[in-house]
């Protein structure tokens, strides 16, 4: 069965550090990942997504990147954090009817 | 007009209760409609996936869809206290590979 693994499970961090967030994804191939932020009273936003190794799609223009260097392996990074990166940051990947299975999610705070 | 609007509530039954949700849509080229549920503080899991106008059935979970209206609910019967999450609805346009999300609602099951 696939499962998906995201850590940390939460993090504080000070304003302008370096960010990075890894997701796997174990017994699918060649997966489609994103990565989601959910803000109070936002609903989840879709940050990012990827249809195969090195082929990143950017859904909203901010200070966040994202790569995939492997195929069942998704990172979050950022070089310099700000306050508004505060959120709960989800990873997901999805089956092939484009449904969503979700990581258990990594609650950011920038301090 | 947003793609996807969703009551956030909160909505309040008590145990036993018949719950009804709601979300609807803008754009008559969405195909596939899913409904999800969130715990506090963990990522959403898939309840339900329909793709056809009409009703699906999984134990004490209903998601009708009426694409005429654009307009798609998710019934659950029987209600208990282990109900208690927010309910994501959302919708998938052919041929894409994302997601749109409503902004959930959150209930609470009294018992």
């Known amino acids: 069965s696939q499962t998906i693994h995201q850590w940390p499970a939460t993090l504080v961090q000070p304003v302008g550090s370096p960010l990075s967030l890894e997701c796997t994804v174990e017994?699918?191939?060649?997966?489609?990942l994103y990565w989601y932020r959910q803000a109070a009273g936002r609903g989840l936003q879709l940050l990012f997504y990827?249809?195969?190794?090195?082929?990143i799609s950017s859904e909203v223009p901010q200070n966040l990147s994202a790569s995939r260097p492997q195929d069942r392996q998704f990172i979050l990074s950022s070089k310099k954090l700000l306050l508004s990166d505060s959120g709960f940051y989800l990873c997901?990947?999805?089956?092939?009817?484009?449904?969503?299975?979700f990581g258990q999610g990594t609650r950011l705070t920038v301090v | 007009q947003k793609e996807v609007e969703q009551d956030p509530g909160p909505l309040s039954v008590p145990e036993g209760a018949i719950v009804s949700l709601n979300c609807t849509y803008s754009?008559?080229?969405?195909?596939?409609f899913m409904w999800y549920r969130q715990y506090s503080r963990k990522g959403p899991e898939l309840l339900m996936y329909?793709?056809?106008?009409g009703n699906k059935e999984d134990g004490r979970f209903t998601a009708q869809v009426d694409k005429s209206s654009k307009y798609i609910s998710l019934f659950i019967r029987d209600s208990q206290p282990s109900d208690s999450a927010t309910y994501l609805c959302?919708?998938?346009?052919?041929?894409?590979?994302?997601?749109?999300f409503g902004k959930g609602t959150k209930l609470t099951v009294n018992p």
């Open positions: 997901a990947w999805s089956g092939v009817l484009r449904e969503a299975f």
């Open positions: 017994g699918t191939s060649n997966p489609n």
């Open positions: 990827s249809v195969g190794i090195g082929q």
């Open positions: 754009n008559s080229a969405f195909q596939y």
């Open positions: 329909t793709y056809s106008s």
């Open positions: 959302a919708i998938r346009q052919g041929g894409s590979e994302k997601l749109v």
